[in-house]
Each structure stands twice: as C-alpha cells, then as structure tokens.
C-alpha cells in the first residue's frame, strides 16, 4: 500500500506534503540531468535506444520515468515545476497558519 492510499481523507496538509515532495525530487532529477522541460526528456529519449548497457539503461528508465511524472503532474518544464512548489509552500503555510 502506498503512503497516499493511507492518507486521512482529512489530512489536507500531509497530502500536500507528498505532492511536494513528489515535486521535488523530480526537480533535483532535472537539475541533475541538466534538462528543464518535457520536450527535452522526449529529445534524450529518443537518442538513447534500448541498451544492454546498465548505465545507459539506466539513464533511459530514469527519462521515461520523469516523462510520467510530468505527464500525470501536468506540467511541461522545469519553471512550471517550481512555480507548483511555490503554490503548494503557500498552501502548506497558510495550513499551518490556521
């Protein structure tokens, strides 16, 4: 069972500490990548064909991986990310301020 599926139905500040943190960590993969935008996932994916490589492979799983996550999330770039986290921080402050 996923940490999401045992979220209280009430709990809305846990629930948008997870999708910060979902959020996060695809940023610092980005970062790290040296990418910023779906597009240029797409673009690194279609130059690393399957491989028998582990490190290639590995780079490639790490691609489609992010592709998903910016698919499901709905965003585009890495600017659309950060802007997302800067809402949730706002979120979560004004939760904490009540």
């Known amino acids: 069972m996923s940490e999401e599926e045992n979220i209280p139905d009430n709990d809305d500040s846990y629930r948008l500490m997870l999708d910060l943190e979902r959020l996060e960590s695809l940023r610092e993969d980005l970062e790290e990548l040296g990418l910023s ?38 965003l585009s770039d890495l600017k659309s990310v950060e802007a997302t986290i800067a809402t949730l921080n706002e979120k979560l402050d004004k939760l904490d301020d009540e």
């Not at 490589?53 to 709905?74: C, H, I, M, P, T």
């Open 37 to 74: 935008s779906l597009a240029e996932i797409e673009a690194a994916l279609a130059l690393i064909t399957p491989q028998k490589e582990a490190e290639l492979q590995a780079k490639r799983e790490l691609l489609a991986e992010l592709r998903a996550e910016f698919r499901d999330l709905g």
